[in-house]
C-alpha cells in the first residue's frame, strides 16, 4: 500500500473513534462539581448576586492562645460550653510566678515600713525621753545663770571673795553646755532623717510596687481568658501539653454563635451593585432549597484575592473579591465553618453594560 492510502487511512479511523467517543459519553460540564453558585448565571440576569460563603459568627471564630511559653497545667473548659467575656479557660503551670509574686509583695511590704520609719522618726518613747532631758538640763542651766548673777552682786557688795564668784560662772557654763547638748539631741530624734534619705526611700518604694506589678502581669499571662461572651468551639490543647510561642498552635477557639454571620466573596465584577442593608439568603448543599434569609451588615473597602472555592474546575482562581458580611435573622441549623452559597439581591440595581 503507499504511504499516502496508509495515512488517509489512520486519519479516517481517528475521526470515527472520536466521533463514537462523543456519541456514548455525557457532557464534560455534567461531570464537573459544582455548586448552585458556581452555575447560578440565571440568578444574576435577574439582578441577584451570586458568591460564595462561610458561615462565621458574630465576632468571627477566635482562635486563642496564651501570652507566654510554658506547659498547660487545667483546661477548664469543653466544647460547646458558654462563656462570659474574662471566663478563666485554661491555666499554664504558675509556681514559679506565684513564688516570685510573694517575693516582690515581700520586698514591697519591706520598702514601705523604712519609708515610714523615716517619715515618723524616732519612737514616741525616744522623743518623750529626749524631751525630758532638755527640760532638766533647761532647768538646771536657768538655776545656776541665777546663782551667778546673785553671786556677782555680792561681790560688787564685797559679800563675798572672787573664787566664789567665778565658781558659780563655771558652773553656769557647764550648764549651758550641758543645756546645748540635750537641745541638740532632741532636734535630732525629732528629725532623726535627712530629706535625702527620705526621698531615696520613697524611690525604693515606687521600685518595688513597680515590681509587684510586673509579677502580678507575668502571672496573668499564664491565664488564658476568653475575650468575648460566646460558645467554646474548639478545644485543641490537652493537660500536659507544651505551648511554645516559637511554634504556636491554638489552644481554644470561641465565637459568638448566638447569631451568625456569613462572609461572602463578590466578585469583582459585582461590586457596583452591593450595598449595605440589601436583603439577602444563603442555602448549603446539606439543607438542600431551604433558605435562610438575612441583610449585608458590612462591606469591606477594599479588595481580597479570592480564597473560597465553589469546586468547579472551571472556575477563575485569579479574581479579585469583595467581602461582604452577611447577617443571617436566623441561622436555624447552620453551624459555624459551614460553606453555603449566597443569593444578593441587586434588582434594584441595572447590570454593567
Known sequence: MKPRLIVFAALVGVASVLAFSRSVQPPLNGLMPRTSAAAALEERKQGWIVASGRVEPVT????????????????HVAEGDKVEQGQLLARLRNEVEL???DEARANALAARMELEKLTNGARPEEKGEAQARERRALKVFEQARQEAARRQRLRFQDAISREDMERAQRDMDVAKQEYDAAWQQLKLVEDMYRREDVAKAGHQLAAAEAAVRVAESTLRRMDLRSPVAGTVLRVFGEAGEVFSLFAPSPVISVGDIAALNVRTEVDERDIGRVRVGQAAYVRADAYGKERFGGKISRVVLSLTPKTLRTGNPSEPVDRSVLEV???LDAPGPLVSGLRVDAYIDASALPLPQ
Open 99 to 101: 513564688a516570685q509574686l
Open 60 to 75: 468571627k471564630e477566635l482562635v486563642l492562645g496564651f501570652e507566654t511559653s510554658g506547659v498547660i497545667e487545667t483546661l
Open 325 to 327: 458580611l452577611i447577617t
